[in-house]
C-alpha cells in the first residue's frame, strides 16, 4: 500500500499530469507505478520526465545510464529501481546477468563503463564531494566534460526515484529484484 495515493489509471490522475501521462503510455506501452504515483504533482512529473527525456538525448550510452541506474539503486536500496532497471538493463541495454551483477555491486566488466560507475558510487557515497583524482579517473577513462556532468545528473535523476520510491511505498510492476541480494 503507497503512502499517498496510486491514481489507478490516467483518468484517475490530477488533469494536468494526464497529457504527461498519455505520452509515457506512448512511448512504453504502459504507465509504470512510478511515473502515476509521481502525477500526483504534475509539477514533479514534467521535471522528471524532462530531465530524463533531456539526458537520453545526451552523450551518455544507454547500457552506462542503466549501469549507472542499477548501481545507485543498489545504494539506496530501492527494490522498484532495481527491479525497473534490471528489466531495462536486460530487455533494452541488452546488459548480461554478469554485468548487471557487477553494476549492482558498484563496477563494471567493461572496463571504460568501469569508470563511470565507480564514479557514480563515489557521487552517492560522498554525496557530491569528490575529489579531483576522482573526477581525472573517469576523464583518463574517456570520459568528456558532457559525459562527466551527465554522470551526476544521471545520479541524481535515479536518486530522485529512489527517494520518491522509497518515501511512498511504490508498488513494484516489474518482476521484483531486492537490494538485499546483491
Known sequence: MTRIPLPASIDDAPAASQ?????VKK???????????????PAA???????????AKGAL????RE????????????????????YLGKNLAKLDD??????RAGASNDPTADAAVRFAVK??????????SDVSAVRLAGYGDAEIVEIVAHVALNTLTN????????????????ASAA
Open 19 to 23: 497529457p504527461l501521462l498519455e505520452g
Open 27 to 41: 512511448m512504453l506501452g504502459s504507465v509504470p507505478n512510478l511515473f502515476r504515483l509521481t502525477a500526483n504533482s
Open 45 to 55: 512529473l514534467e521535471g522528471y520526465l524532462g530531465l530524463n527525456g533531456a539526458l
Open 61 to 64: 550510452k544507454p547500457q552506462t
Open 67 to 86: 549501469r549507472i541506474a542499477l548501481a545507485v539503486a543498489q545504494i539506496n536500496g530501492c527494490d522498484y529501481c532495481l527491479s525497473a532497471h534490471t
Open 98 to 103: 554478469a554485468e548487471i551483477a557487477a553494476n
Open 123 to 132: 557521487l552517492v557515497q560522498q554525496r557530491g564531494k569528490v575529489s579531483e
Open 163 to 178: 527517494y520518491v520510491n522509497e518515501a511512498f511505498g511504490t508498488p513494484i510492476d516489474f518482476p521484483a529484484v531486492r
